[in-house]
């Protein structure tokens, strides 16, 4: 039997909740094409910040200390995840073991790259997720990521196969690999057309209010927008605080939705707001796929892949991130195209099926996944 162990301290676990992550997708799609699968996670949940409980002989959770976001206490948390990741794989792996590892964290990789040098393992594959550490650090620290990046690109030569969610986690740090978007369990949206008035504009922004997003921007745009009596509204839902020169009165936070709160959410809305801050290294949110899912076009700050998706395909309007001026020009092109029902629900949601549904893109994955573990028993 193909024997794969999944490295990945963050994504929540079967059972955890109601909207499949990509690792637990990818850990039931490899059980279902019978690899012998043991997943590598962390007692403590990253995006719940809470104890897990799991009854799954499969899926191993390491105890590691609670932490919040920016903190000491998580630099520890993740230490003790990857050390014992590395004494797990030293005990229990050998040259037929395949091991697939998510990025961050980088010590796991480098763990492997030591146990692939020394033939402890089969080999590895990484799964880049993000632009970790520039994706953390103030512009005027981004020279601290240089060593790290360079470390990185020396694990990823001696990995079997890199991918990524997104062209840009590769190519920023000049590694080869293949694209396979985080992308949506298209069983959990339930697309369907709403009727809508397109008199009155409907804007939403579903996510974090991090600091990776521009909010600031978009309290300037709505004040012109009112200013020049446009007729719009804007939900907010997500994890965070709304800033208080938001609370205006065409303006609703929702806070936390579950699914079905979101599902309803954007049905009712026109347009989808992925407001990416000057500077950050955001390249595809998994909030576009969700907005495409529903039928909605987007206003877009991400350069590169993104860009070229909506502008290539009729997804909707992109805006230059911190230029208030190109921003509020976005939002009077969406609302005259909606106004004037230039674009059809019917058609982003198949565009968001065909590029962004996990049934159809993760078969790509095991298709990597299967070749490389036939690579490594040629080896053998």
Known sequence: MKKIVIVNPFDEIPGETDVPTRYSTIFNLLTEDSWQVTWLTASFGHRKKRRRINDNPNIILFPVPAYENLSIRRIFSHFSYSIQVLIYLLKTSDERTLVLVSH???????YLYLLNKYRKIGGYIIDFQDSWPKSILPHYLKLLAIPLDSLTRMVSRSSMKNIAVAKYYLSERDILGETIYLGIDSNSVKYRKVSKNNKIIKFVFAGSLGRQYDLDSLYEVIKRLNR?????????????????????????FHGVLNRDQLTELLL???????LIASGSHIALPNKV?????????IINGSSGELEELVENNNLGTNYQPGDVDSLYDAFIVEIKKHQNAEYTEEEINRFAIHHFSRSNIYPKLLTILNAAYEDLELRL
């Open 268 to 274: 009712s809305n026109h347009c989808g707001l992925n």
């Open 228 to 252: 020049n009596e446009y007729t719009f509204t804007i939900d907010i839902a997500g994890y965070g605080n709304l800033p208080e020169n938001l609370s205006m009165s065409n303006v609703k």
């Open 289 to 297: 796929a969700e907005y495409f899912f529903h039928g909605l076009s």
């Open 104 to 110: 961050p964290l980088i010590s796991p990789a480098y």
